[in-house]
């Protein structure tokens, strides 16, 4: 964040990883949709490829994330990939899930999903050339990729613990994220 708020101002900054957070929160609201007729009976809708449609934007944006972090410093970059990489696997695993759902075959699945896992590629060599011609075009995809780490960890990550009952591995989570914490806190005094 402190490169962002380099570039921009400090409000500038916020309002633009406020933003982010917002349009993250629409996308997941617009593709998470159901239109039900009646109460207690909702067929499998066209969710599975809307699903696709949504991770390939999310995964352009995180394209341009990547590349717009490695331009700024490498060891930014590094930890992006790493964090972005982290999240899309379990991502990845979910959507295969919602095809397979959806009544997609597996081999079709399969390869749908590997298409979508592409845009990221396609967002990173374009948010790279994109970056290159502009430099202060790099400024704003801070605020974007901050924006959607802090939708995920409050949306997804933190439900997910909370929901955990079992007190031994609430305690291992718990250590976790005070682990990653640490880990950000030594990255700081690296630079």
Known sequence: MPEGVEKLSAERFFIMV???FILFYFIEKILHWRHCH??????????GYMSLIGDSIHNFIDGLIIAATFLIDIRLGIATAVAIGVHEIPQEIGDFAVLLYAGVKKSKALF????VALTIVIGG???????????????????????G???VSTSDLIPEIRKEKDIKRSLASFGIFLMGLAIMYLATLIE
């Not at 009646?38 to 969710?47: D, I, N, T, W």
């Not at 749908?112 to 298409?115: D, I, T, W």
Request: glycine share 6%; net charge negative; proline share 2%.
């Open 18 to 20: 406020l933003a982010s």
């Open 38 to 47: 009646e109460e207690g009976e909702c067929a499998v809708h066209s969710f």
């Open 112 to 115: 749908l999903n590997f298409l």
């Open 125 to 147: 060599v374009i948010g790279y050339f994109w970056a290159l011609r502009s430099e202060n075009i790099v400024a704003y995809f801070l605020p974007l990729a901050t924006g």
């Open 149 to 151: 780490f802090l939708y």
